[in-house]
Structures are given as structure tokens and as C-alpha cells.
């Protein structure tokens, strides 16, 4: 069998002069060479990691899709992510290394995420980020979908304040998509659009969560769902009255220092461990 880049893979008996030609004119074909491993992650990063699979399928913001991330301890040009499966189901022994173009280190057979592009990419331009979710918790997709903005309801939500912006993939891969994020063309666009804001919305699609940590990640994307609930329902009511910036910024401040309140008691919750 011969394989050409642009005439695909076929037999040489069948296309012998042809695949002849072919052979000298692209030489040996190769596998690509992966990149080198930053060696062993931290073992408590590689535990919160897990937890926080499962804490997000036990708070309702994943279910058989949706991911998160967490960059590499010992090297910021590598994260560490799952390999293709249900968050709930991921073991520390299901968890890849890849470079900041989303290469796995590692991969032996097992399968990446489609969308891992949007981890890398958001690391790359954001060095200040150590963990990334992304998910389609439902009550926050109707806020990327309607034109009506995402605001902090109550103090816990406080980082909402900075602003959410929403990201239309038509404005970077047209209007015939299948709206993932498969590619660092498309993660590079919606990095952008995240810009310095710690939450962006994704029209048709979810939404994506970048923070300091694993477990700031986790609180942001599971009060980033509870707020898009009270958000409909005080509209349902009429009449809203939003936190300010001051006092977001005050709140958010306060809120930083405590994300490990609530992370034991979910992590007990969705692991049975402390």
C-alpha cells in the first residue's frame, strides 16, 4: 500500500506507475514525531483533575461531553487532559499530556478529544490560566444563543462581572460548521474572544471556563451554570438588579480565598472522598 497526501491510500500493483511516481516524488511516508513529555505531572494536580471530572457530571454542568484541563506543573508549554471519554468516567490513568498545539505526548492508541484545541490554544494566549472547562451546561446556552447578556445575580457569581462575551463560530469558520472547536484556527478565534474575561459563551454550542487553578475552574463553571438559572428566572419575574463592578471586584476577591469551601464538599459528594 502506498499513501499520498492528496491521492490517498491504494495499492501498488493495482497503480504500480503511478504509485512509483508518486513514491519519488513525496519519498518514505512517516508518522509525525510526537513532542517530548515534561515528565510526571504532580500527583495532587493529576487528583484534582479527576475529581473535578466527576464534580462537574455530579453538579449538572457535563454529562457525556464536555472536558477540563489543567497545565503541566512542571512545564507551562504542556497541559494534561483526558483522552476521548464521559468526564464521570476518567481515572488518573485515562489522563494524556499534550503540548500547547494540542499534540499528544503520549497517546498509545487511545483518543483525543476533537475539541482539545480549545485548552491549547487559550493556554498559549493566556499565560495566567491553569485550568480550562468546557461544557454545555443548559441553562447557560440560551445566554449565547439570545442577544440577552450573562450577569452576576449574587455575590458567589461575582467573576461574571467582567463581562461575558460570546463567541459565532460563522465569523471564523463560516456558515456550514458542525460548530465544534476542532482545530487551532478555530481554538486560536475563540481564545481571542475570551480575551482577559474569565468565562465566553459559545452561540449554539456552551461555553468555556479558564481560571488560576483546577478547583477555581470548577467553581467557576458550576456558579456560571447556577447563575444562568436565577438570571432566567429573576427576568421570568421582571426587573433584575445586577452586583455593580465594585462591587463584583470586592466579591471576587473575597471569593478566591474560599474555592476550597465548596470544593470539599462536592468532591466528597461525587467521590466519596475527602
Known sequence: MLECPCCGTFPLGRRGLLGGAIALMVGPVSAQTPPASAGPADQALLDDLVSANRILYDQGVVDGFGHVSARHDKDPNRYMLARSMAPALVT???????????????????ASYLERFIHGEIYKARPDVRAVVHSHSPAVIPYADTGVPLKPMNHIASFLGEGVPVFEIRDAAGPASDMLIRNASLGHALAAKLGPHP?????????????????HVVFRAV????????????????????????????????????????????????????
Do not use: C
Request: hydrophobic share 40%.
Open 92 to 110: 488518573k490513568d485515562d489522563i494524556l499530556e499534550y503540548d500547547l498545539d494540542s499534540n499528544p505526548v503520549d497517546a498509545r492508541g487511545r
Open 223 to 274: 456558579y456560571t451554570e447556577v447563575n444562568a438559572r436565577m438570571e432566567s428566572e429573576a427576568l421570568r419575574l421582571g426587573n433584575p438588579v445586577f452586583l455593580n463592578a465594585e462591587e463584583a471586584a470586592a466579591a471576587t476577591n473575597t471569593n478566591d480565598a474560599l474555592v476550597d469551601r465548596p470544593w470539599a464538599l462536592w468532591k466528597q459528594r461525587a467521590t466519596g472522598k475527602s
Open 199 to 215: 468565562v465566553v459563551l459559545m452561540r449554539g454550542h456552551g461555553s468555556t471556563a479558564a481560571a488560576q487553578s483546577v478547583r
